[in-house]
């Protein structure tokens, strides 16, 4: 059994979601562990932490199909300062998507980066309707999964796994689609704004 050390590279780290999966895996987890929130300033500080560790773990949301920017900056100082020690990288995604399947070409872009700087690739758990399933009778789901993707990190394992809501995808749009609606109400955005380029500049 290992050690794992979690990077939080949410662009919103303290009140995300990656926060909860990232929580709820260390209750899964048998061993040490100990999870770090990507910030501007702190990804020399991470990249010699990662000595003290045999794996890394990175929970992070799906942004325009791929990595977010705060990972993306991350992996550049980690590619100039590398651990002498490299550990096996694992990652932990999650999408708005109902379909974990979105998930893909991130994953690639991390595995993509192992290959290139010499990082074993571990395991994967994508995570479909990312933002609301931990709000739904369906986060047991999540939770076998995330036991799933401990047991494999910890026993060297190489698994990819998925897990998303079963619901038809129609209701998953409608159910969706209220849910923005709404927050868009409270936020003073009507639907109409919500379907135009314009609501990049609110």
Known sequence: MGSVMLINASPRAPRSNSRRYAELFIRAWPGESACFALTKSNHPELCGELEHYSDLLLVFPLYADGIP????????????????????VSVLINCGFLEPGQNDVAVQ???????????????????????????????????????????????????????????????FLRAST?????????????????????????
């Open 178 to 202: 209220a849910y923005w609606t709404d927050m868009g109400g409270r936020g003073g955005v009507t639907r109409e704004q919500m379907a135009t380029m314009e609501i990049e500049g609110r």
């Open 69 to 88: 920017v705060t990972l993306l900056n991350f992996l550049k100082t980690l590619e100039e300062h590398p651990p002498r020690h490299r550990p096996t």
């Open 109 to 171: 872009m991390v595995e993509l980066f192992c290959g290139q700087n010499g990082y074993p690739f571990g395991s994967v758990l994508k995570i479909g309707g990312g933002e609301a399933i931990l709000d739904t009778p369906f986060r047991g789901l999540v939770r076998r999964k995330l036991r799933k993707l401990a047991g494999a990190i910890s026993a060297g394992r190489h698994r990819s796994l998925q897990v998303t809501m079963p619901l038809p995808k129609r209701l």
